[in-house]
């Protein structure tokens, strides 16, 4: 359903999706870890091409890179894997413990777990601080960031960009990346 679409976008655009960047496709596991990783490994094989891979500790961006989220294999199932086109999403309790971005390049959240701010009003600042204190911790192991379940509105987006949050969850696709390209042209960052 999701591989196949851009695997032929991949091949029509020149093996990319985005000129700069690689589309992170993240896999929800709802089952077994272990079992559904080892159905996911033979299905990947097709794509290799267009994944990003570790290849004897060496890391390799590609087009497209799969990070396994939900119910995700223990970090040290991979130690003897040579060659891995996935990766694992972590989570706050990962910060600080060592995990190399060579694995886990992401650190995702449930922003009601961290934050009661929904949206409405001024963003209290402590909170605002320790928004911005995750992101530092995150950025300084060479990893990104998102919340799931964050307020889906323009003034939570803005709040997300101003803290340096990386991915940015939504429902409303559009007006997310209508916003966030007004940000980006009035900030005058737009790569033409």
């Not at 094989?45 to 119910?71: C, E, F, Q």
């Not at 040579?82 to 694995?103: A, Q, T």
């Not at 969850?169 to 033409?192: A, L, S, W």
Request: charged share 25%.
């Amino acid at each position: 359903m999701y591989l196949n679409p851009l695997w032929e976008r991949y091949l029509a655009n020149n093996k990319t999706i985005y000129k700069n960047t690689s589309l992170y496709l993240l896999v929800d596991v709802k089952t077994n870890a272990l079992k559904t990783y080892k159905y996911l490994e033979v299905i990947l094989n097709k794509y290799k091409p267009m994944l990003t891979h570790v290849s004897s500790d060496s890391l390799k961006k590609k087009a497209v890179t799969i990070i396994l989220s939900g119910n995700r294999p223990p970090i040290n199932y991979f130690d003897s894997y040579d060659y891995r086109n996935v990766f694992i999403d972590g989570r706050l309790s990962d910060i600080g413990k060592g995990i190399s971005h060579k694995i886990m390049p992401l650190i995702s959240s449930d922003w009601k777990q961290t934050f009661n701010w929904e949206g409405l009003g001024v963003f209290p600042n402590s909170q605002k601080r320790k928004l911005v204190e995750l992101v530092n911790s995150v950025h300084n192991e060479q990893k990104e960031i998102r919340f799931w379940a964050s307020p889906d509105n323009q003034k939570a987006w803005e709040t997300l960009l101003l803290s340096g949050t990386d991915l940015i969850n939504t429902d409303n696709i559009e007006e997310c990346r209508k916003f966030i390209i007004q940000k980006i042209y009035q900030k005058g960052h737009v790569d033409e």
